[in-house]
């Protein structure tokens, strides 16, 4: 059957610059600089080449200023957006193209090295930023092919190339800029296309299959509920016929058949296609808290549920679109917690007129220290303790989990923090009762609210047949 896959929201735009994580860049930028150190050192002291040594280790250590301060004011788990990237790139490509001012230009032979920041943003940029970039190395190409200090050599000779074979340089690097950008974009787009693919694959047999499990249970309620219904048909036309002479009840007897009759229909158009049911679309806040929470509430932790407005917040519970991303990712967070936890897991939710957040908390150990800046990664391992292979010997610890629940969350417009509530280093009788690992999910307003439905006890209005 032909079937239409729904977005969901999964398929963001194609803006890849979130794909790229600042830590990548960082241990790249320091193996460059490694590598810049390295062969100025040879050339200076094994060949003795006259190095202007003060501006060659400025730029260098301009690269090494620029990973420090990125190392120390952002988390290991940051994501580059499209500027950010694009910038830290342009940075780069001008870092190079300096150090080849300042060593030859094109008779250096280490000219080629400006094509790889290029590359590195043909894998991880749309096209328009990759474009740019390509633009600008291929300008500060030519600029340092024009200009450029020389390369003097211990007895005071210069090393220049020929004419022809600096154009051939410059001719050789422009086009390998070009070539490889534009190859490496290429198969990079075909790559996720393809993942993209196979993910609206799986979503549409997940659908298909959701619609057959429906249809099934709505051919079982159609057929037990075929005979009560009919039999208050019958009855009620039997009352009308009865009451002829008394109008009050008359009314109530044909209102009887009229429901029964709607009942009916109702079976019968969800017995055709799937159902579109309002009352599916969002639910009170309160109510799919619980619904994510459902499946670990009979595993040995209480699970307190609080549930309240937070400061400048109406006090009408606000009804939320429930998504199956909302439910899963909220669910895995739960799991987490009642993993972990000693005895108890708090979810607390609460909202404003601009925010929705809820917090999941317990009082376990809360999450190892040295990983907690990693958290939301996949493939976090650690390892493991006698402890930890005791109380739960199935356990992996990848950290699959949470990197589904924060990418499922993520995509509904939700930002997640990870901290715990107490330092895991002090004394038992010293920490406070949410002493483990707490996650805060915190979505805008109108990210998740269904306002078009109401707060919690308004109306969502009559569900409308599906047509055939």
Known sequence: ?????????????????????????????????????????????????????????????????VNLVSIFVYPETKRLSEIEATLTQLFDIAQIAFLLYLTGGLNNPFALLIIAPVVVSATSLDLKATVFLGLVATGLLSLIALHHMPLVLADGSTLELPRLYQFG???????????????????????????????????????????????????????????????????????????ADRPDLLEDARLIREQADRCRDILRS?????????????????VVIREAAEPHLGRGREIIFEVAPGPGGDARQPSIQRRPEVIHGLRNLVQNAVDFAASRVWISAEWTDRSLTVRIADDGPGFPPQLIGRIGDPFVRRRQSAQDRTQRPEYEGMGLGLFIAKTLLERTGAALTFANGSDPFLAPDERPERSGAIVGVTWPRRAIVDDGGGAAGGGLGENRPIEA
């Open 270 to 286: 969800m017995g055709r296609a799937g159902k579109d049911d309002l009352h599916l679309r969002s639910a009170p806040l309160a």
């Open 169 to 243: 340089m410059w001719t050789a690097i422009a086009i390998g800029i070009a070539f490889l950008a534009a190859y490496t974009h290429r198969v990079t787009e075909e790559t996720h296309g393809m993942a993209d693919a196979l993910a609206a694959t799986q979503m549409a047999l997940a659908r298909e299959q959701k619609l057959t499990d429906l249809g099934g249970v709505v051919a079982a309620a159609a057929h037990e509920l075929g005979t009560p219904l009919a039999t208050i048909k019958l009855v009620s036309t039997e009352l009308m016929e009865a009451l």
């Open 1 to 65: 059957m032909a079937m239409s896959v729904p977005s969901l929201g999964l398929f963001p735009s194609r803006s890849r610059g979130d794909w790229v994580r600042l830590r990548t860049l960082i241990v790249l930028r320091w193996i460059a600089v490694t590598g810049q150190l390295v062969a100025i050192t040879v050339a200076e002291r094994a060949f003795g080449v006259q190095l202007d040594l003060g501006l060659l280790y400025l730029a260098i250590g301009a690269a090494i200023l």
